[in-house]
């Protein structure tokens, strides 16, 4: 059938044979609906913020409750042109214009689902305020006291200098001893047999123990069995022993993975230009493969450190135990929410650094094979 049959305009003629425009006019009902239902939300819960108790005032909670619905009427506003755009794709549809209809289309859905997105933003963060000014507030004066935070930050401070002296030392003999335990498992030959056994049991064992038993058993062990050297160590040593032992065997891991990234003809090339399993080992598979395995490893240097935290069960005093101590003397946890941010401020950077390293990387691997 053809235009002149029907009789339509070619415009429409042609338009009835592209495909509909996608639904986006409930979709963006929706996305208006939902933040003008987290606007009276906001109201309310700012309205209680604001009054945590009987005649009593807080302008935080006034603020969240102003900023918070401030938020929401942004992301109305949004979803509004959402809905605009999804009426002007009903019209230009209705008109025959259907590429412009799929244009529009897309564009309200573009807005309706980040309207969306940011409205379940806006309700988490509306329902852990919610949850934090429930009972007075008693969670944010249990865990978030300023006035203890303030109090207890500088011993704390100065006692995470001991968590970082152990996750520092820690990771420089983890690093080693691992890609001993990497290079062991992967021996080549029958003769081998035996190391490789030795050194798979050895990771397989200490993967399976808990970090805290190893540090236990290391830290109260050692002293009590007498050995020379290792009775009289402090128990920051203890802490970086036990730690060693158990790091090393996923470190030993991560290493075996890049090594048998390095495809085998690179292997085949340097054996068959008379170097030695030794020398290949050392100057084509491993500079390969160390620098594959930099960003795992810095994640496991980030578990490692956060397991510092584990040293105070020995007698340690690291800053858990500081926290503990201020804890306990005013029955309040303001003080292990101190510990706990001073872990986010070294994370964060490290973590973004491994997002930088592995984007980098990705990049490298896409520019090779254009």
């Known amino acids: 059938m053809t235009s002149v049959d029907t009789g339509e305009a070619p415009a429409v003629a042609g338009a009835s044979r592209l495909s509909p425009p996608p639904p986006s006019r409930a979709i963006a009902v929706v996305a208006l609906v939902v933040p003008l239902a987290l606007l009276l939300w906001a ?200 730690l060693t032992l158990t790091y090393s065997a996923y470190v030993a891991e991560i290493y075996r993975a890049g090594i048998e990234a390095v495809h085998l003809s690179q292997v085949g090339a340097s054996r068959s230009l008379g170097m030695s399993y030794g020398l290949t080992l050392r100057h084509v598979v491993l500079p390969q493969a160390v620098r594959a395995v930099i960003p795992p490893l810095l994640s496991a240097f980030i578990a490692l450190q956060k397991d510092t935290a584990l040293v105070s069960i020995i007698g340690a005093v690291d800053a858990f135990s500081q926290a503990k101590f201020f804890a306990s003397s005013n029955f309040n946890l303001s003080s292990v929410a101190v510990v706990a941010a001073l872990f986010v401020l070294i994370t964060i950077p490290q973590a973004r650094l491994v997002d930088w390293l592995l984007a980098r990387g990705a990049a490298r691997r896409a520019r090779r094979t254009r």
């Open 43 to 242: 109201g309310m819960l700012g309205t209680v913020a604001s009054h945590p108790a009987e005649d009593e005032f807080s302008a935080t909670g006034l603020a969240f409750g102003v900023l918070a619905s401030l938020v929401a009427v942004g992301i109305a506003g949004y979803a509004a042109r959402g809905l605009r755009f999804a009426l002007a794709a009903g019209r230009q549809d209705a008109a025959g214009e259907r590429l412009e209809a799929r244009a529009l289309a897309s564009r309200s859905r573009a807005h309706s689902f980040g309207a969306l997105s940011s409205s379940l933003a806006l309700a988490l963060v509306l329902a852990i305020v919610m949850v934090l000014t429930a009972n007075q507030a008693k969670i944010i004066t249990t865990f978030f006291n300023v006035d203890f935070m303030v109090k207890s930050a500088e011993n704390i401070v100065r006692a995470f200098g001991l968590n970082i002296f152990i996750a520092v030392i820690s990771m420089v003999f983890v690093l080693a001893f691992g890609l001993v335990l990497a290079v062991v498992r992967m021996v080549p030959g029958d003769g081998a047999r035996p190391l490789r056994a030795l050194a798979i049991a050895y990771i397989d064992g200490f993967r399976a123990i808990p970090s805290i038993i190893v540090l236990y058993l290391i830290g109260f062990g050692l002293p009590l069995a007498g050995l020379p050297f290792f009775a009289g160590l402090p128990q920051a040593w203890y802490a970086i022993i036990a």
